[in-house]
């Protein structure tokens, strides 16, 4: 089956420049396309699209709100593809229900490569991305949600630790080296947590991560 994709932003030749990239590669499909956050909101619970590219700064509706929208009603999932330098807004995607946020000045490969990710339900955080989460949260204290409290008393110290590298970044492999166990191991320690947690994905772990205390700037 193919992945079908829709493409959200204000910019025409940036959508042109995805859908030759998209239709040129195996196993994709541009299902459609949306100038503004309203557009993407409509067309994806009328096309119904695996995964979301979308843009955060738009007239009207913002990538944010949208994604928000979308996530919600489940429709599809969404990765924010945008320009890193001039967005603040990093946080916000992701707290909104974003899988993924990816730079534009990343490699096409990449880019293709994320979306299969997001598509096959798992997540994906550019490396700088992780850092502007870092910077997000420099000088505030930790703040727990009211309902993260009970679910985190339930997380073993290794488990902590898994917890600790995930919101540092690193892969399932990077933390099986890092912690001298297998990438099974590793793997099987982040699924606990994801349902410890109730985190939907690795995105809301990194936010956990942060929101316990546990990665600090």
């Given at each position: 089956?193919?992945?079908?994709?829709?493409?959200?932003?204000?910019?025409?030749?940036?959508?042109?420049?995805?859908?030759?990239?998209?239709?040129?590669?195996?196993?994709?499909?541009?299902?459609?396309?949306?100038?503004?956050?309203?557009?993407?909101?409509?067309?994806?619970?009328?096309?119904?699209?695996?995964?979301?590219?979308?843009?955060?700064?738009?007239?009207?509706?913002?990538?944010i709100e949208a994604t928000r929208l979308i996530t919600?009603?489940?429709?599809?999932?969404?990765?924010?593809?945008?320009?890193?330098?001039?967005?603040?807004?990093?946080?916000?995607?992701?707290?909104?229900?974003?899988?993924?946020?990816?730079?534009?000045?990343?490699?096409?490969?990449?880019?293709?490569?994320?979306?299969?990710?997001?598509?096959?339900?798992?997540?994906?955080?550019?490396?700088?991305?992780?850092?502007?989460?870092?910077?997000?949260?420099?000088?505030?204290?930790?703040?727990?949600?009211?309902?993260?409290?009970?679910?985190?008393?339930?997380?073993?110290?290794?488990?902590?630790?898994?917890?600790?590298?995930?919101?540092?970044?690193?892969?399932?492999?990077?933390?099986?080296?890092?912690?001298?166990?297998?990438?099974?191991?590793?793997?099987?320690?982040?699924?606990?947590?994801?349902?410890?947690?109730?985190?939907?994905?690795?995105?809301?772990?990194?936010?956990?991560?942060?929101?316990?205390?546990?990665?600090?700037?």
């Amino acid at each position: 089956m193919s992945v079908r994709v829709m493409l959200v932003d204000d910019q025409p030749l940036i959508r042109s420049a995805l859908r030759v990239l998209i239709e040129g590669t195996e196993g994709m499909d541009v299902a459609g396309e949306a100038a503004s956050g309203a557009e993407a909101v409509r067309l994806t619970a009328d096309l119904r699209p695996d995964v979301v590219v979308m843009d955060i700064r738009m007239p009207g509706m913002d990538g944010i709100e949208a994604t928000r929208l979308i996530t919600a009603s489940g429709a599809a999932r969404v990765l924010i593809l945008t320009t890193f330098d001039d967005d603040d807004y990093v946080y916000g995607a992701l707290r909104a229900g974003a899988s993924g946020f990816l730079v534009k000045d990343m490699a096409l490969e990449e880019i293709l490569g994320a979306i299969r990710v997001v598509a096959g339900g798992d997540a994906l955080i550019a490396p700088s991305v992780t850092r502007r989460l870092i910077s997000e949260f420099a000088g505030r204290p930790a703040v727990v949600p009211a309902a993260a409290r009970p679910m985190a008393d339930g997380v073993t110290e290794r488990e902590r630790e898994v917890l600790t590298l995930v919101g540092q970044g690193l892969s399932n492999t990077e933390i099986a080296a890092r912690l001298f166990i297998s990438v099974a191991t590793a793997k099987a320690h982040v699924a606990r947590l994801l349902s410890k947690l109730g985190a939907r994905d690795r995105v809301q772990l990194v936010i956990f991560a942060y929101e316990l205390g546990l990665v600090q700037p």
